[in-house]
């Protein structure tokens, strides 16, 4: 069974920039264009950087559990291990997968079909980014 695991440090904090709001739309000559904000192209850029060396030689292409485990630096008065503050985790994954897919880690992101996704407080000290681990599923979906 294929894994790939990874870090990708981002300090202080991983990315908060998310599809979801990284995209807009304007009107021009009366129709709406829908362009990424300059925000959301930095992310995709820094992602791809950092995410190019860790690609497979070949893209996977079969089922696989993508876990992400998202750690920020815990401010003064934080409670708690768990990161409860936005962005919210679906929306982080989202530009995440689309940088994944360009950097060839499989064919589609539509072959994540098991995500376990979290986001959590670390003190200052520790290291503060994106910990990210892939593995293949098996096709007959027996469980792993």
């Known amino acids: 069974?294929?894994?790939?695991?990874?870090?990708?440090?981002?300090e202080p904090n991983p990315p908060t920039i998310t599809h979801q709001n990284g995209i807009k739309?304007?009107?021009?000559?009366?129709?709406a264009q829908i362009y990424k904000s300059p925000e959301l192209r930095d992310l995709e850029a820094k992602y791809i950087s950092r995410l190019k060396r860790f690609a497979p030689k070949e893209p996977w292409d079969?089922?696989?559990?993508?876990?992400?485990?998202w750690i920020f630096c815990k401010p003064k008065g934080a409670k708690g291990l768990f990161k409860t503050t936005r962005p919210?985790?679906?929306?982080?994954?989202?530009t995440l997968e689309d940088c994944m897919?360009?950097?060839?880690?499989?064919?589609?992101?539509?072959?994540?079909?098991?995500?376990?996704?979290?986001?959590?407080w670390l003190a200052p000290e520790e290291k503060h980014g994106v910990l990210i681990s892939i593995t293949e599923l098996p096709e007959n979906g027996e469980s792993t």
């Open 1 to 10: 069974m294929k894994r790939i695991a990874f870090f990708l440090n981002f």
């Open 25 to 31: 739309a304007r009107v021009v000559n009366g129709h």
């Open 62 to 69: 079969c089922p696989v559990c993508l876990m992400t485990k």
């Open 88 to 94: 919210d985790l679906t929306n982080m994954i989202k």
């Open 101 to 120: 897919t360009r950097c060839g880690f499989w064919k589609d992101d539509a072959l994540s079909c098991r995500e376990v996704l979290e986001k959590v």
